[in-house]
């Protein structure tokens, strides 16, 4: 909702605002938490890609972001899960 208001308040001045809502993300902190596979594999059997984010998964989003090919996108939160919320 956060995002959806700042939008509609900044957008008027050419500013976009959106949110990036990533799932388990294999950083470091991510591979200590969820490297167990008794762990994992009950997280993972609930992502339809079956597998966790790379942090370069993430930056390539945020750069996409903050480059002119999304001047368009704005109030959005975009999900980088691998389907983990489609289900």
Partial sequence: ??????????????????????????????????????KAEPMLAKIPLRRFGQPVEVADLILFLASPASDLITGETILIDGGYTAI
């Fill in 1 to 38: 909702m956060l995002t959806k208001v700042m939008a509609l308040e900044w957008g008027p001045h050419n500013v976009q605002v959106n949110a990036v809502a990533p799932t388990v993300i294999l950083t470091p902190m991510g591979t200590q938490v969820w490297g167990d596979p008794a």
